[in-house]
């Protein structure tokens, strides 16, 4: 069920940097106001909650990571856009079990990031 918008209401996350926009920040724009990302933001409301092992998240985001980096090295054509998508999505899962085995490499960095911000506060 959908609840009604407000103008204050997040409808809008860009997939590089995952800031969240309402419609009104996204009137007349063409990019990321935060970070100048032209990709297509994601669509909040398409949020899903999906139950899955997390060792097997693990071995999907290693082979994403894997191939990602394949890629970048083997073709010329694949922008780095795309590796920023890659690794911005890893991030966010890792980020929601911070404590749980990173996700690769990308998941490490965020837990690092993250003991290093809890230093800070
Ligand atoms: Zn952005």
Same mark, same amino acid.
């Given at each position: 069920m959908r609840h009604k918008l407000d103008e204050e209401t997040k409808v809008a996350r860009c997939l590089i940097c995952r800031s969240e926009f309402s419609i009104d920040q996204l009137r007349d724009i063409k990019c990321c106001p935060n970070c100048g990302d032209k990709g297509q933001p994601l669509a909040i409301e398409d949020d899903v909650a999906i139950t899955i092992n997390w060792h097997e998240l693990r071995i999907l985001c290693s082979w994403a990571a894997k191939w990602c980096e394949h890629m970048a090295a083997s073709d010329q054509s694949w922008?780095?856009?795309? /590796?920023?998508?890659?690794?911005?999505?890893?991030?966010?899962?890792? %980020?929601?079990?911070?404590?749980?085995?990173?996700?690769?490499?990308?998941? %490490?960095?965020?837990?690092?990031? /993250?003991?290093?911000? *809890? *230093?800070? *506060?």
């Open positions: 922008t780095s856009d795309k /590796r920023l998508a890659i690794y911005s999505i890893i991030g966010a899962l890792q %980020e929601q079990y911070p404590g749980f085995q990173p996700l690769g490499l990308v998941g %490490e960095l965020v837990k690092l990031n /993250r003991s290093n911000s *809890h *230093h800070i *506060h």
